[in-house]
C-alpha cells in the first residue's frame, strides 16, 4: 500500500474545490501561478500517513460490532447489510499544512491561506481515495461513510478512531470531535465478497 502515499495534487482540483466551475471559471494567469506555486510548496511538505483496521461484521440486534467497537446507526445498517468485512481508515496529510495556513492567517495573508487550505483538502480526499480504490482492486466494496454523516452521531468519532489506533499517526480529536490535523479523514467501508 506504499504506492497509495503518491499524492499528486492537480490544478484543476484545487480550483474545483475553491468554488470555481471547471467548465465556466477562467482564471487569470497570476492566480494560477500562484496556485501552481503553492502546490509545489504543499508536495513538499505534506506528511501522508493513515491506519487501517479490518474486522468481521457481527451483529447484535441492531448494532454493527467491529472488535470492541460498537455502531448504532441505521444508516450504517444498511450500508454493510451485505458486507462480511469491514474496513475503517483514517488518513492525513500532516500537521505542517495546518502550521501553514495558521501563519498565513497569522500574517493577514487570507487568500493565500485558503488556498492552502484547499490544496490541503484536495490531498487528504487524494490519499483516502487511493486507499479505498487500492481495496476495491481485491474486493467488492460499499460506499465510504464518516462519522458525523446520515445519523451515525460524530461523538462516536472517538471510540472509532481509538479502534483505528489514530494516535500512532498522530491524529487527535477535541472536545468538539475535530480531528487533528486539520487534513484528515475518517471512515469506513464494507466488503461485500
Known amino acids: 500500500m506504499d504506492k497509495v502515499l503518491n499524492i499528486k495534487i492537480k490544478l484543476e482540483d484545487v480550483l474545483v474545490r475553491m468554488g470555481a466551475n471547471k467548465y465556466r471559471t477562467k482564471i487569470n494567469s497570476g492566480l494560477e501561478e ?29 448494532k454493527i460490532l467491529l472488535d470492541n467497537f460498537i455502531i448504532c446507526s441505521k444508516d450504517i445498517f444498511k450500508l454493510l447489510k451485505n458486507s462480511k468485512k469491514v474496513y475503517g481508515i483514517v488518513a492525513t496529510a500532516g500537521i505542517a499544512i495546518d502550521q501553514k495556513v495558521n ?80 487534513k484528515t479523514v475518517s471512515a469506513l467501508l464494507g466488503v461485500e465478497n
Do not use: H
Not at 495573508?109 to 490519499?127: F, K, N, R, W
Not at 454523516?149 to 472509532?160: H, L, M, S, T, V
Not at 489514530?166 to 475535530?178: H, M, N, P, R, W
Open 34 to 62: 500562484i496556485i501552481s506555486d503553492s502546490i509545489a510548496v504543499v508536495q513538499k511538505i505534506i506528511q501522508p500517513k493513515f491506519a487501517i483496521s479490518i474486522a468481521d461484521k457481527q451483529i447484535d440486534g441492531k
Open 103 to 182: 501563519l498565513l492567517q497569522k500574517e493577514k495573508e487570507t487568500t493565500l491561506a485558503y488556498i492552502y487550505d484547499s490544496i490541503g483538502s484536495v490531498a487528504v480526499e487524494q490519499l483516502i481515495d487511493n486507499i479505498c480504490n487500492e481495496i476495491k482492486k481485491t474486493s467488492i466494496t460499499t460506499m465510504r461513510f464518516s462519522p458525523g454523516y446520515g445519523d451515525w452521531p460524530i461523538n462516536n468519532q472517538k471510540e472509532f478512531l481509538k479502534w483505528l489506533a489514530a494516535d500512532k499517526i498522530g491524529v487527535s480529536l477535541s472536545e468538539t470531535f475535530q480531528m487533528s490535523p486539520r
